[in-house]
Each structure stands twice: as C-alpha cells, then as structure tokens.
C-alpha cells in the first residue's frame, strides 16, 4: 500500500540522518576544539500548534514542548546545511470533534520532526550572527490522544511538511578549551503539508506549528 511504502521510505531517511548525526557528533569529539566547519548542538522550547484546513471549524492552540539533536555544516561565511532531529508536541483544541466524538475535542500528538534546513547567514562583523533558514522536514507520529484517548489508528503515520524560520547566534569564541561555543535563539514555524488523520470521510487538518527554542552549540 502507499502508505506503507511511504512509511518504508521515511524510516530509511530518518535512519540516515540519524546516522550522518552520530557521526558528525563522533566526530567533533574525536578531533580538537579548532574552527571547523562541521559542529553539533542541543536545543529546547516551546510550541504552540493548531489546525488549519477546509472546515476544521472553530480551533484553539496548544502549548507543548520541543527538543532535539541538529548538526550543523558551514560551507563558507554565509550558507550552511542543517539537519535535525526534533521531539515536537502538536495538536489544538476544537469546538467539536473532527473523527466522531462529542463535544470540546483536546487533541495531543507527539511527532518526530526531521527537517533539512538551509541556511543563510548574514554578516555583521561581530559575535552576533543572524539567519535566515527553509527546508522539508518529515514527521513521524509517536503518539496521538483525544482527550486523553489513545487514537493512533486514526492518525497518518508520517507527515510532510516545511519549515521556515530565523535565528541570532552569539559566538562564544574558538578557544580549544571551550566546550560550549554557540548560544542562540531559534524561531520557526512548521507548515503541514498533508493531513493528520487517516481517513478521506473527515475534514482536512493540518498541522501548523511555531516554535521558539534556545539552542547550545559545540
């Protein structure tokens, strides 16, 4: 079925990144704190997601938590390419429920977000760097609740969207002996591009998500 081939090739890209991950971090460790153009970092914030779509009706947002691993490779002064994986909670409160249920519907998922960002910064001849960043990103669910019901059959198991945003790194410096060399602050919004539930009978919902993280860099 499509879909599970979908799911098939999505799990072998993610396994990939996950991979080109690792070895960037493996990497970065096995060598001296020098400048180079291949670093890692950690980042954590908040989201506040919600529905968009033909008749999904009256939505409220939704808090949650985001987080994650990304790797970062600096081509030259101004263009990088960077890689996450990032935990994203998403969902919205809707007025009635979109698969049959009753009533104020409190919709939660959890997703594994791996977006593939360009990016471009821009020069200020200080320690501050600014960016502008684009790219896909695939989700994968890990879980799906409606008030507080499991509903992870109802749900596709792999979205697609893009993912947009800007960003103020400070540099800390290049000294050998600093561990932490970036911290930064990252705002993004995540466009869904296909839809949240498994079904063709339901209106079309998906996710649209802005995120606010602080970031480490190494």
Do not use: C
Request: charged share 15%; glycine share 12%.
């Amino acid at each position: 079925m499509l879909i599970n081939n979908i799911k098939r090739i999505s799990l072998t890209f993610i396994t990939l990144i996950i991979f080109i991950l690792g070895a960037g971090v493996t990497s970065t460790f096995a060598q001296t704190h020098q400048q180079e153009p291949l670093t890692w970092g950690l980042k954590a914030g908040v989201n506040v997601s919600d529905f968009y779509g033909d008749d999904v009706g009256q939505t409220d947002v939704r808090g949650g938590f985001s987080g994650g691993i990304l790797l970062n490779y600096r081509f030259n002064d101004y263009w990088a390419l960077q890689p996450e994986v990032i935990f994203n909670m998403k969902g919205a409160d809707v007025s009635s429920g979109l698969i049959g249920e009753n009533g104020p519907v409190d919709y939660e998922f959890g997703y594994l977000n791996v977006p593939v960002l360009a990016k471009f910064y821009i020069p200020t001849g200080s320690l501050f760097s600014p960016h502008l960043y684009a790219g896909p990103e695939v989700g994968f669910k890990l879980y799906g609740d409606s008030n507080s019901n499991d509903i992870d059959d109802e749900l596709q198991d792999a979205e697609f969207g893009i993912a947009f945003g800007t960003g103020l790194d400070y540099n800390l410096g290049s000294d050998p002996t600093d561990f932490i060399r970036t911290v930064g602050l990252d705002l993004r919004y995540s466009l869904g591009l296909t839809d949240v539930f498994d079904t063709s009978q339901e209106p079309e919902a998906r996710n649209g998500v802005f995120s606010a993280a602080l970031f480490l860099g190494f």
